[in-house]
């Protein structure tokens, strides 16, 4: 009795785990699982030493912001949950660069989004979570101190579309609690409301992908102020379409209501996320937590409030732009630069379609995003392909069913022929290509296996059609859907049989080429009229998608490339995702001139668009554009992708770039320049063409070897400026940089 007395004064004292040092889930008191929820929780407590490490397991649902005596160490941590249906992310955070002798104090800022998304699977119970096995006074227990934030509201207007998990974030001033974060507040005790691997949280899995890249704070280029009746709209113009929190600095007297936000507010058509702020009375600066996306940002200030200073802070993703491109042509120049831009503005917890309306994993797009990264980003770009690999099997269905986007709480719908791109040859198999990741091939492979099982055939041999969750192939009009999908699944079965080859599982490598030989005979023989492939039932104009596809799988022989290339002179379905299908395919066929010609064609309205930095979803915005028709969408920038590997000619020929091939068209240009960033060190290449001649030079990293290719219709005759006999290729291994010369003639 006398001990039950003795626990009792001590919790009453001391906080309900004051003996405790095992690591929970904490939330405060409170209503604390309603949407928008945001809560701050402390620590403080005494060292003797600073120990050699203090790595830890932080976790929360969904998002926070961590100070450590005051100092700002983690901006934004956590990923939107769901690596699968039940489980959750956590971040490793090195505390000890943080930490001194005596009184510490720990605080953190948590946002529980709480909304249903197609980016994010709530666990529907706003909590934090630290395990730190080196130092237990940072583990959460019921030692914490917490309160949900009483500046925080949910603003009275129009909500994100049902896309997105995040929800416009108000803000009140006049409850502030000032200087929290580095001072001990006396909030009322935590509550432990379950250890690692209880639901809903379920296991821990630790963060694939790096924190966010923080670039600081910046100046606009430059501010437009605009006088109204009731209110004053400042318009500043960023350098580029980029993740941003704006900050204003304003003087004003208690209460007035300043509305933020960009112009890629309504991106697609459908509303996106906004901020507001209610001032308090005198000098303050204001920086929304919440990022947003655009071209510009706006503020809308009532009369009365005095606006000292505008500025931003822009995030993104931790990649650097390492990889490069240019040419004697100008407009592939700006092509490349707004494809660029396009994919970094799609990149944070997942690769995404788009920023503004959506932010959500489709694997159309990821395929296309991915390829564009091995070419321009930093190896760092290449986690975010592994986590989404890792997701999407995650996330299988029992019957070996995929689909996308996921993480996702409101979405379940299976897109057939974006399914087949995610686990075939420009999908798993190009990233295991590029990065030599053969674990993560191993854990994967039986997965996008038990996928291509799913498929079943047709009588005639071919694979027969799927419906899915929604029939869809492509957006626009003339879609030849049963062949389109035949075509991406022979891509598929190319992609599994690689990995098989790979991971030295020879018995299926050599049953899917089996597999794959009959269903090519079946494809040419059911689909081939003689002038184009289509399926029997399909009435439409031709579709160029299907030609397209054919070719770059291989299932279209040379001889049919006559009948095809007039295709591709006349007809223009394919939107801008599946028109890097179409370009790629000319340079496979020999027509890399006609190629750019049509890419710039086609790409003409975007790229000269003086108001985007961008490429749009469609071939227009609005309603000339397809699904809303946002102006940043990354599938739009396959052609970066076909620049460096067609018409500079370098792709990876074994894992990890273990050997690469160059082979350079370049369809017309004078020169060309690039650097791709490889996972064994960047390949620097130069080339430069005459009327009958053409000069290429490159380096081969340490530990590789290089295929050097003469373009058609050339020739070898020297290498490293010594003659040789006339060839069409040179293999090259000793390190360091090689000069090729080529003439014309076989």
Known sequence: MRLKIFIIVAIAMFGSSAFASEPSWITTVGNTDKENTWMCFQNEFDLGNVPNTASARVAADTKYWLWINGIPAVREGGVKRGPNPDDSYCDIVDFTPYLHKGKNIVSVLVWYMGKKGFSYNPSGKGAFFIDCPELPELNTNANWKGTVHPSFYVPDGITPNYRLPESNIGFDARRDMPGWQSEPKKWKYVKEIGVEGDGPWGKLHDRIIPQWKDYGTADYVNVERRSGIKNDTIIAKLPYNCHVTPVITLSAPAGKKIDIRTDNYMGGGEP?????????KGIQTYETPGWMNGERVIYIVPKGVEVKDVSYRETGYDTEFTGTFECSDDFLNRFRKKALRTLYVTMRDTYM????????????????????AFYALSPSSHKLMKKGMYELIGWQRPDGSLYAPIPSSNWNKELPGQM???????????????????????DLYDGAKKYLSVWKKAPDGTIADREGGWHWGDWGDNIDKIALYNALYYIAQTGLREMALALGNKADADSISNEMHSLKEAFNRSFWTGTAYRHPDYKDDTDDRVQALAVVAGLADKDKYPALLDIFKTTEHASPYMEKYVTEALFDMGEGKLALERMKRRFGPMVNHPEYSTLFE?????????????????????????LSQKVC??????????????APDLAGFEWVRTIVPTVRGEINYEARSGSNNLEFSFNVPEGTSAVAVAPRGMCIVSVDGKECAPRTSVVLSTEGQHRIHAVAGE
Request: aromatic share 14%; with cysteine.
């Open 272 to 280: 996106g996320v906004y901020a507001e702020y209610v001032t308090k």
């Open 618 to 642: 469609g071939w227009g915005i609005g309603k000339e554009g397809f699904g809303g028709g946002t102006t940043n969408h990354a599938w739009s920038g396959g052609g970066l992708t076909i």
């Open 649 to 662: 000619g370098i792709e990876p020929l074994s894992p990890g770039y273990r050997s690469f091939r160059v």
């Open 420 to 442: 087949l791109a995610s686990v075939g040859k420009y999908g798993f198999w190009n990233y295991v290509l590029n990065t030599g990741d053969l674990e993560t091939a191993a």
């Open 353 to 372: 379609d788009c920023p503004d309306r959506e932010r959500a994993q489709w694997w159309g797009d990821v395929v296309n995003e991915s390829g564009e």
